[in-house]
């Protein structure tokens, strides 16, 4: 993708996001893949990059860790492979083995998934090479040192060494007892200076003792010598230690050019590990700005759902404020969007963002987008943004943004998306304007996709009358003059030049004169749009509190059901219950009888018995009794449904809700309790007022 111009607000943006990802990175190599990465055309690369960003999210997402760690950079060590008779460090070596293990848990890795084929081809033709790990292992331990049976050489000096410092240290305890019991130690017995062994000595005695004077400390009251007795076996020592080195690096030389033959495969697993940090490095980022990946398409075209700026929203997420989201789109049928509103109200971020989120899409990165939106490959992004003076070329804003309009009008195609912000500003406004929009309609008519912002009125009226033009406004507040940074489609925004001037303080003569003079047809379509912007807050106000009320009623409604169907619940639950108690009177008569007829049968004085029992169920139907007198009762309940009329607020037995009779027909009531209407029977009514009073008594 070509971006012009190379350096501009766009460029500025998508190089932080860039710099953001390359924090997440584990490695130089995948740092500097990041450093020259720019959006690509091709439709085949840019989908296989994006599914493969999007496997690996999926992945990390789920809980599964991807075997990769700090690596190593292993630029030089393979440009010394490179060069006959050169010689790796033991480090190198080292970092060599490190990036092949890696390599070779990465392939592993892959193996294990191979569900996705963009992510498995990473590692489909690479087969693992043990030789290289082998072959460093039989020279190095684990912590990096050679290892003595690298030659057999090596292993024969170091025998010979240990012997000789071995010796060494007996010699020199031999003198230290004897310095010690003399007296002559210094502090630190004993020391190295200049690479040989030295004892601490008081710089009174060193005429005495036999040796070598190698140092003398700053105060001059301690020397180091080196013993006389010990000189002949240190010099062996050193002699021994020059053929371990000598031996070392033949050891290093030799192994140098086994790694040589394994030159490439080195490179392979180097680029594997750098391209996985590279990758998890954008799922890192993606996952810290909620991003996903939308559906890719090879023509030209954006829609965007829910879609955000992407470095406003890490902003805005890490000091805790929210964002709005913004969803448009642009195809054959509608190319061009003119986006108008209030200064600050969100048009440049807009603007902005749309340009961005291509760039990074095309670049491989996931975006902060709903996953239906769809966005199409653009061979070019024209940009123009920001204040664009040239000192170079003499150029003032208004004259460099004309030498761009050219530049866009020279190359703007079908494939190109092109962003320009403030569009026709820098000269004489109705001028500017003219020549804005006679731009606008040759890159109407090139087909160019793109998105405009600008205050002049001749460009929203072109937008309202041109195919392929559409007209976009920011929302805003116009009573309490806050932007609302959301973007609405289909209509342009009023720029409030005088309402924010008014509230701003101005006086109202000066306000006034600005209207007098202003053109006429500007100020009826300027006011037209405020009031249009002022009816639409009001109907959305509405809508909303619509939208509040119709809740309640569900709300309600559910809760009337759910009260149906517990009353429903219960009036079975009574019905079962009142079945059992049948049955156990029924029993309990049975037994009575049976009794009182073996009773009555067996009994000499029979009439005794039967008055017995007769006393007995006079006494049970006296407890039986109602508490009330049933013509008391509908009395009462005949004198409470003469003050039951239409209008009356009611509620009914035990009920704690307050409903307004609305109609009474046929002994039945329609009471509106809230937002819902009933048919209650009236003999389950009751003054509101009546029975709030007693049930508070």
């Not at 156990?584 to 008569?589: E, F, I, K, N, P």
């Given at each position: 993708m070509q971006i012009f111009p190379d350096a501009s607000l766009l460029t500025s943006e998508f190089e932080q996001i860039r710099q953001r990802c390359i924090t997440y990175c584990l490695g130089a190599k995948a740092k500097n893949k990041l450093k020259v990465l720019s959006p690509a055309s091709d439709?085949?690369?840019?989908?296989?990059?994006?599914?493969?960003?999007?496997?690996?999210?999926?992945?990390?997402?789920?809980?599964?860790?991807i075997p990769l760690d700090s690596y190593p950079d292993l630029d030089a060590a393979l440009n010394l492979l490179k060069i006959e008779n050169s010689r790796l460090s033991s480090e190198q070596f080292m970092q060599i083995k490190w990036v092949a293990e890696m390599a070779e848990n990465l392939i592993s890795f892959n193996e294990n998934n191979k569900s996705v084929p963009e992510l498995f081809e990473l590692t489909e033709s690479i087969e693992f090479e043990n030789g290289i790990t082998d072959e460093i292992d039989k020279v190095f331990d684990a912590s990096g040192m050679v290892l003595s049976s690298a030659s057999e050489n090596l292993e024969q000096i170091r025998k010979e060494l240990q012997k000789s410092r071995a010796e060494a240290d007996r010699v020199y305890q031999r003198i230290l007892n004897r310095y010690r019991k003399d007296d002559w130690l210094a502090d630190s017995a004993e020391s190295s200076r200049h690479g040989r062994r030295v004892i601490a000595i008081h710089a009174t005695f060193k005429r005495a003792a036999r040796g070598t004077i190698h140092d003398i400390s700053t105060t001059g009251k301690t020397v180091f010598i080196e013993p006389e007795e010990a000189i002949e076996i240190n010099n062996l020592i050193l002699e021994k230690e020059y053929e371990e080195q000598s031996e070392i690096i033949r050891v290093l030389h030799r192994l140098t050019s086994v790694m040589r033959r394994f030159h490439r495969?080195?490179?392979?697993?180097?680029?594997?590990?750098?391209?996985?940090?590279?990758?998890?490095?954008?799922?890192?980022?993606?996952?810290?700005?909620?991003?996903?990946?939308?559906?890719?398409?090879?023509?030209?075209?954006?829609?965007?759902?829910?879609?955000?700026?992407?470095?406003?929203?890490?902003?805005?997420?890490?000091?805790?404020?929210?964002?709005?989201?913004?969803?448009?789109?642009?195809?054959?049928?509608?190319?061009?969007?003119?986006?108008?509103?209030?200064?600050?109200?969100?048009?440049?971020?807009?603007?902005?963002?749309?340009?961005?989120?291509?760039?990074?899409?095309?670049?491989?990165?996931?975006?902060?987008?709903?996953s239906e939106s769809e966005l199409g490959i653009f061979k070019e992004v024209m940009c123009d943004i920001g204040d664009m003076q040239s000192l170079e070329y003499e150029l003032s804003t208004y004259s460099s943004r004309l030498r761009n309009m050219k530049i866009f009008l020279e190359h703007a195609g079908a494939d190109t998306l092109f962003l320009i912000d403030e569009f026709g500003t820098g000269t004489d406004p109705q001028l500017g304007g003219a020549l804005a929009e006679s731009i606008l309609i040759e890159l109407n008519k090139k087909k160019a996709i793109g998105i405009v912002t600008t205050h002049f009125m001749n460009l929203k009226t072109l937008a309202s009358h041109t195919q392929g033009l559409m007209n976009g406004s920011m929302a805003f507040d116009a009573k309490n003059l806050v932007p609302l940074y959301r973007?609405?489609?289909?209509?342009?925004?009023?720029?409030?030049?005088?309402?924010?001037?008014?509230?701003?303080?101005?006086?109202?003569?000066?306000?006034?004169?600005?209207?007098?003079?202003?053109?006429?047809?500007?100020?009826?379509?300027?006011?037209?749009?405020?009031?249009?912007?002022?009816?639409?807050?009001?109907?959305?106000?509405?809508?909303?509190?619509?939208?509040?009320?119709?809740?309640?009623?569900?709300?309600?409604?559910?809760?009337?059901?759910?009260?149906?169907?517990?009353?429903?619940?219960?009036?079975?639950?009574?019905?079962?219950?009142?079945?059992?108690?049948?049955?156990?009177?029924?029993?309990?008569?049975?037994?009575?009888?049976?009794?009182?007829?073996?009773?009555?049968?067996?009994?000499?004085?029979?009439?005794?018995?039967?008055?017995?029992?007769?006393?007995?169920?006079?006494?049970?139907?006296?407890?039986?009794?109602?508490?009330?007198?049933?013509?008391?009762?509908?009395?009462?309940?005949?004198?409470?449904?003469?003050?039951?009329?239409?209008?009356?607020?009611?509620?009914?037995?035990?009920?704690?809700?307050?409903?307004?009779?609305?109609e009474i027909k046929n002994g039945k009531a329609l009471v509106q309790f809230g937002a819902m209407k009933v048919h209650c029977e009236l003999k389950n009514l009751y003054p509101y007022e009546t029975e709030h009073a007693r049930k508070k008594q």
């Open positions: 439709f085949s690369e840019v989908n296989r990059k994006l599914i493969q960003v999007n496997a690996l999210k999926s992945m990390m997402d789920s809980g599964i860790r495969q080195i490179s392979v697993y180097y680029d594997l590990v750098a391209e996985f940090d590279f990758l998890r490095a954008k799922v890192l980022l993606a996952q810290s700005m909620h991003a996903g990946m939308p559906l890719l398409k090879e023509k030209p075209m954006i829609r965007i759902v829910n879609g955000y700026h992407p470095i406003l929203y890490l902003q805005n997420k890490m000091n805790g404020k929210p964002i709005v989201p913004f969803s448009l789109k642009l195809d054959e049928q509608i190319r061009i969007i003119i986006i108008s509103g209030p200064n600050a109200g969100g048009k440049s971020v807009c603007l902005k963002a749309v340009g961005l989120l291509q760039m990074m899409l095309q670049s491989g990165f996931l975006i902060p987008v709903a973007l609405i489609l289909g209509k342009p925004g009023s720029s409030f030049t005088f309402v924010v001037a008014q509230r701003s303080g101005l006086p109202h003569h000066v306000i006034q004169r600005a209207q007098s003079k202003a053109d006429k047809n500007s100020l009826m379509l300027e006011k037209l749009l405020n009031e249009v912007e002022r009816e639409k807050a009001t109907a959305e106000k509405l809508k909303s509190e619509l939208e509040r009320k119709e809740k309640l009623s569900d709300e309600i409604l559910s809760k009337a059901e759910k009260i149906s169907a517990e009353m429903e619940q219960f009036n079975q639950k009574s019905e079962q219950q009142l079945a059992k108690k049948e049955m156990m009177l029924l029993r309990r008569s049975e037994e009575i009888i049976s009794k009182f007829i073996r009773e009555f049968s067996g009994a000499k004085n029979k009439k005794a018995v039967l008055d017995e029992y007769l006393l007995r169920f006079k006494s049970a139907k006296e407890k039986l009794k109602p508490a009330h007198d049933e013509k008391a009762l509908a009395e009462e309940a005949r004198r409470r449904q003469d003050k039951i009329k239409v209008g009356t607020e009611v509620t009914l037995h035990n009920g704690r809700t307050k409903g307004i009779i609305r």
